[in-house]
């Protein structure tokens, strides 16, 4: 069973896959918690209480980018701090994976040409042919990241439909 995460600050969404298939997502709401030293611990315990509900053999986390003010950076290395633990204390593989890693092996775009909106909508049109889903970027991402872990075929957006999310 491979667990794919997509970690933020104020959601972060957590995917199961076993054997190729999908099996359950969730999305991890705390935006509401304005007190990030309030809203991180309970970050870190609501993803490790989702974890112990499952018999995991690998997580695959995205590895957080430079791309945001040096405070978050430190939220996102506490969550991926708690997260490793995590699997090392249970014996379980972790890898990170970097966005365009993964992306690549989903078959979606990679330009640091386009922008990161145009990227989180088609990981939301992706999830939307490939599983008829309807679900957040957070949720997406997620799903497609732990789908990465295995050698499937590569999803082929179709373009038209991208613009309609």
């Known amino acids: 069973m491979i667990v794919g995460i997509d970690a933020s600050t104020n959601k972060t969404g957590v995917a199961i896959f076993q054997d190729g298939k999908y099996i ?6 705390l935006h509401k918690i304005k007190d990030s030293t309030q809203r991180i611990p309970k ?23 430079l791309t945001t003010n040096a405070s978050t950076m430190k939220m996102l290395s506490n969550i991926a701090g708690a ?18 890693h993964w992306r690549k092996k ?35 991402e997620s799903i497609l990241i732990a789908r990465s872990g295995f ?9 038209d439909d991208l613009w309609d999310i």
Do not use: W
């Open 151 to 159: 050698d499937l075929p590569k999803i082929t957006i179709i373009e």
């Open 43 to 65: 970050m870190m315990m609501a993803i490790c209480e989702y974890l112990d509900k499952h018999k995991v053999d690998k997580i695959i986390m995205e590895e957080s980018m």
């Open 106 to 140: 989903i078959g979606l775009s990679q330009s640091n040409k386009i922008k990161r909106d145009v990227l989180k909508a088609e990981a939301i049109q992706a999830v939307k042919q490939e599983y008829d889903m309807d679900v957040t970027d957070d949720e997406a």
């Open 24 to 29: 359950e997502h969730i999305l991890i709401d």
């Open 83 to 100: 997260v490793m633990y995590y699997a090392a204390s249970h014996s379980i593989e972790f890898e990170f994976a970097l966005p365009t």
